[in-house]
Nanobody, 115 residues
């Protein structure tokens, strides 16, 4: 059974940093790309970043390029999202995603950026 569990969210001031983690289980983690999405209040869920199975290619939505870094540790079955220079526009629930036989989602972790 596939499980994705996000952690690391919280409240920070603009310009601050957070590191999100996604602990995965129930599938061969090292065989699948992983993604992060986010959903702000009143908005649709949007894709944020993706990393290939081996971690050798990463992709970002334009609004986070240069500020966010996606990474993974296949030995720990964990994906990460390092978020630097956070802006109030980054306030959202962040979700980990894996596409296996279908799309799987974690429960989400809240990130709030406010002064």
């Amino acid at each position: 059974q596939v499980h994705l569990v996000e952690s690391g969210g919280g409240s920070v001031q603009p310009g601050g940093s957070l590191r999100l983690s996604c602990a995965a289980s129930g599938f061969t983690f090292s065989s699948y790309a992983m993604s992060w999405y986010r959903q702000a209040p009143g908005k649709e869920r949007e894709w944020v970043a993706r990393i290939t199975s081996a971690g050798n290619s990463v992709y970002y939505t334009d609004s986070v390029k240069g500020r966010f870094t996606i990474s993974r540790d296949n030995a720990k079955n964990t994906a990460y999202l390092q978020m630097d220079n956070l802006d109030p526009e980054d306030t959202a629930v962040y979700y980990c995603n894996a596409r296996i036989d279908r799309q799987y989602w974690g429960q989400g972790t809240q990130v709030t950026v406010s002064s």
